[in-house]
């Protein structure tokens, strides 16, 4: 049952990179090169080492508000949506995408100033499901 | 106990090259009971009297092999357990203890229960030519006492055994 | 409709109308990314040296860091590269001094000498990004010489609040001591803390023992011992190292591979009677036997489900070794194992998830883990021989024994997580076998 929303999710999100893309070309400023810079960026963050296998299944969108200098603003991350129904496992989840988005951006992330407007809000899933190690 | 044992083992490593149904293993008295060595190879008591242990364990063959996870009796270790039946039918005054043994190739429970399995045939084997049922006794040591420590089937053939150790005046 | 059945918010409602975002990305909408790579890494912690006088401070610190390093979970920052130094239990935290090492968790203590032979034990956690606690300070008061238990709780409390998971560490293993030659091997029951401290001996070497399991608190162990000159199992208290047979059997009646009901008041194990080995079951209290099984196979090596409504064991009643499920009053059992090769040594995971096994094939002997119905195969090991695993009492992590081949073969104790991960030899005093991971102490 899990991998069916798992499948369910990619499918709803796999344009996510066309739609930074999109954006940019509306006129935004941020390229889709900037987004896969940024998504790169904080990745190397996620860090899923410590979680309970149980909750290294869990997808989840999490949102959060940037300052202008590319910080993240830590009060303003959230959890949208979890596939998980374990308030528990959700928890330990939004913690490590919570230090991932934190932790990497301590320093400013590498965003065009002038396309502020398009990144002063992120909204970022967490998916693992690719990078099981079992 | 411990030099006891370390004095057979160059001559059980000899052994092992030798023909089964030869065997000629000085004083050896199983393999599980660290005992003390039998007596002399000559005289009364020693491997030409045939009512010697030593003459059971050397000329009859205190033992038989088993293929890898079998308890079923070859037709050369059934020609042993013959020459162990008439022996003991022979010499009344014995008892005998049956240990069943496995290679290191298993769990260790497992082994265990195969042990027992390999012993009971034998003592089944044993009851079928004659022998009274209460002058023998079955033990497992599973993979706890191998005769043969290299980890290759030239040992494992080996391990994979049972032995009659037979006592004296010991009734059961 | 499974979707939206399958996410909930933060706040545990139901989502109706944000399940699947819409694709087209308005204006002023959100900049939309998706993760599908991160990293598997230790997490980096610091553990400033506790504050306090004797020496215990530093020795706790060490246990505390040892613990929490050796799950492979995470990672200690060496001291040395500390921008500040924690020189009061109760001051400040600057968080950025520790962001700055990249320190992810950062565990301050102090060790205050009650001067009546007792020692308190305080600790806090801190999420150093999150800049906020984790978890409220703790402490644990008890006597000077336990001080590696209150490490272990310590550490188990930290494992805890970081992985969600219940910690390991304030436990003790039981195993076969062994010396000698591989010919001549002598065996001693011993007992150690989960980490090799505090190794105690409960029986000489004058008989062949194997095998130990702890009763489900702890203060039981049963074994197998040759001490009557067959083998047979055995009780024994662990604190007063009492021991009896457990049941009075005749000689030529071998019992062994016993395990305790999850009551910890019956024990299960398996009697051998003509060659023919079976499982039954004892009432620690009446002395009654049942028998649960009865096929002309080898029936061996039980365990019960957590909940005590079933045993897994093993029987070759197909030819080899393979691991069936019966209900625990007994019957003939539902085969969970597939795949040639052989199974043996099932163990139910002490949350009910898995059934840990050995398995052997092609000449190698793995450790694995499966579902409770025999699906989700996976091995976690591989090597000449291993074999009989046993659970961390939060079935995270498994112990096992590993032997080496040949004329000086000898056999160790191992850890490994149900990931596979983090394969590591557990420090024993020699060689060692047979490891039986002990509950929680309370």
Not at chain 1, 75 to 93: G, I, K, N, P
Not at chain 3, 154 to 164: F, N, W
Request: aromatic share 8%; proline share 6%.
């Amino acid at each position: 049952m899990m991998g069916f929303v798992y499948r369910l999710i990619c499918a709803g999100l796999l344009a996510g990179p066309a739609m930074a893309q999109a954006t940019a070309l509306d006129g935004s400023g941020l390229t889709e090169q900037d987004a896969a810079a940024f998504r790169t960026q904080m990745q190397a963050c996620w860090n899923v080492g410590a979680l309970p296998a149980d909750a290294q299944d869990i997808v989840m969108r999490v949102r959060f508000t940037m300052a202008p200098t590319g910080v993240p603003v830590a009060d303003s991350l959230e959890l949208v949506e979890t596939s998980s129904q374990d308030a528990a496992h959700t928890e330990l989840a939004f913690q490590a995408a919570r230090r991932a988005v934190i932790r990497c951006g301590a320093g400013g992330y590498d965003l065009p100033a002038a396309a502020f407007a398009s990144w002063e809000h992120v909204e970022v899933t967490f998916d693992p499901s690719g990078m099981r190690v079992r | 106990m411990m030099t006891s044992f370390f004095r057979k083992a160059p001559v059980v490593l000899l052994v092992s090259t030798l023909a089964l149904a030869a065997c000629s293993q000085g004083g050896f008295r199983g393999d599980g009971a660290l005992g003390a060595d039998g007596a002399g190879a000559a005289g009364a008591g020693g491997v030409n009297d045939p009512t010697s242990s030593a003459y059971f364990n050397q000329v009859v063959g205190d033992r038989v092999l088993f293929a890898v996870d079998q308890s079923t009796l070859s037709p050369e270790a059934q020609t042993i357990l013959n020459g162990q039946a008439d022996w003991l039918m022979s010499n009344p005054e014995f008892t005998a203890l049956i240990e069943g043994h496995a290679d290191e190739q298993g769990t260790r429970e497992y082994n265990l229960a195969l042990g027992a399995r390999r012993a009971a045939a034998v003592q089944e084997y044993l009851i079928s030519r004659g022998v009274p049922g209460t002058r023998l006794r079955t033990i497992s040591y599973g993979k706890e006492r191998p005769i043969e420590i290299c980890s290759t089937e030239a040992c494992y053939s080996q391990n994979r055994r049972s032995v009659t150790v037979i006592s004296a005046g010991l009734g059961a | 409709m499974l979707t939206r059945r399958n996410f909930i918010g933060s706040s545990g409602l139901l989502l109706a109308s944000t399940v699947l975002p819409h694709v087209s990305l308005a204006q002023n909408g959100p900049l939309r990314l998706e993760i599908t790579e991160g990293v598997i890494e230790p997490l980096p912690f610091a553990l400033p040296t506790f504050i306090g006088a004797s020496d215990a401070a530093a020795d706790i610190s060490r246990v505390i860091a040892a613990d929490l390093r050796g799950t492979g979970l995470f990672r200690q920052i060496p001291p040395d590269a500390y921008i500040s130094q924690v020189t009061s239990f109760n001051a400040e935290v600057s968080y950025p001094d520790w962001q700055a090492i990249n320190a992810q968790a950062l565990i301050t203590g102090e060790v205050e000498d009650r001067g009546d032979g007792n020692i308190a034990v305080r600790f806090r956690l801190f999420d150093v990004f999150s800049q906020a606690p984790l978890g409220e300070g703790l402490q644990f008061v008890g006597p000077a010489d336990s001080w590696r238990r209150m490490a272990h709780n310590v550490a188990d409390q930290v494992y805890s609040r970081i992985t969600g998971e219940s910690g390991y560490f304030d436990t003790r293993v039981a195993f076969i001591h062994e010396e000698g030659p591989k010919n001549a091997r002598l065996k001693r029951l011993a007992i150690m803390d989960y980490d090799g401290a505090n190794v105690q001996y409960l029986t000489d070497s004058r008989s062949l023992v194997l095998a130990p399991r702890f009763s489900p608190s702890g203060d039981r162990l049963l074994y197998t011992s040759y001490e009557s000159g067959f083998p047979q199992v055995y009780i024994m208290d662990v604190a007063s190292v009492q021991r009896r047979p457990l049941e009075a059997i005749s000689g030529g009646n071998m019992t062994f591979s016993p395990r305790f009901t999850p009551s910890g008041q019956n024990v299960v194990l398996s009697l051998e009677q003509g060659g023919n080995s079976d499982i039954y079951g004892v009432d620690l209290a009446t002395g009654t036997r049942s028998q649960l099984t009865g096929s002309p196979a080898i029936e061996t090596a039980p365990s019960f489900s957590p909940d005590g409504s079933q045993i897994v064991f093993e029987s070759d009643r197909t030819g080899g070794q393979q691991i069936y499920v019966m209900p625990a009053g007994g019957g003939e059992g539902r085969r969970i194992s597939t795949g040639a090769g052989r199974y043996g040594t099932p163990v139910w995971s002490p949350r009910g998830d898995y059934i840990a096994f050995t398995y052997q094939a092609d000449g190698r002997f793995h450790i694995g883990v499966m579902r409770t119905d025999g699906s989700e195969q996976r091995l976690l090991t591989s090597s000449f021989l291993d074999e009989g695993p046993t659970w961390a009492p939060n079935g995270r992590v498994i112990m096992f024994t590993r032997e080496t081949p040949g004329d000086d073969g000898a056999p160790a104790v191992y850890s490994v997580d149900i990931s596979g991960r983090n394969l590591q030899r557990v420090a024993t005093p020699g060689m060692a076998s047979d490891p039986a991971w002990g509950p929680l102490q309370s």
